[in-house]
């Protein structure tokens, strides 16, 4: 039974393709949500912050419980980390994106993530990617 999922954002609007699913997913259910970005700077954590609870509070109007969580690394290594210490069921997150505002690119983590993690993974392909492929 899913009931922490752990979804790691980019601050891209193709990173949040995720996001439907998700609330498909946790709507109402009780299931709890974790949001995670990168920062590499203060500059950048204050960003982060208000992006992840601007998220946060789209997730809540939805009935989706989430907390957040800022990292200063990126890569797939982190996410999964990140994921096992909050004890997560389900990482979900989009396959691929292009750099976002924290030059976090999607398509290679995506795939690390998908490669090493031991939990399920949920690869949300965003819609309309393979025209600009």
């Given at each position: 039974?899913?009931?922490r999922?752990?979804?790691?954002?980019?601050?891209?609007?193709?990173?949040?393709?995720?996001?439907?699913?998700?609330?498909?997913?946790?709507?109402?259910?009780?299931?709890?949500?974790?949001?995670?970005?990168?920062?590499k700077?203060?500059?950048?954590?204050?960003?982060?912050?208000?992006?992840?609870?601007?998220?946060q509070?789209?997730?809540?109007?939805?009935?989706v419980?989430?907390?957040?969580?800022?990292?200063?690394?990126?890569?797939?290594?982190?996410?999964?980390?990140?994921?096992?210490?909050?004890?997560?069921?389900?990482?979900?997150?989009?396959?691929?994106?292009?750099?976002?505002?924290?030059?976090?690119?999607?398509?290679?983590?995506?795939?690390?993530?998908?490669?090493?993690?031991?939990?399920?993974?949920?690869?949300?392909?965003?819609?309309?990617?393979?025209?600009?492929?």
């Open positions: 039974m899913i009931e999922i752990f979804v790691p954002l980019d601050c891209s609007d193709l990173a949040e393709a995720v996001l439907p699913y998700l609330e498909r997913l946790a709507m109402g259910t009780g299931i709890k949500v974790r949001l995670l970005t990168v920062a700077d203060e500059p950048d954590r204050e960003r982060a912050n208000s992006y992840l609870k601007s998220k509070n789209q997730l809540k109007k939805r009935a419980e989430a907390s957040i969580s800022v990292a200063s690394d990126g890569e797939a290594e982190t996410i999964l980390s990140e994921a096992e210490a909050w004890e997560a069921d389900l990482i979900a997150m989009s396959t691929h994106g292009r750099s976002g505002a924290l030059r976090w690119v999607f398509g290679s983590v995506a795939d690390g993530v998908l490669r090493r993690s031991a939990l399920p993974c949920l690869m949300v392909r965003p819609e309309g990617l393979a025209a600009q492929e």
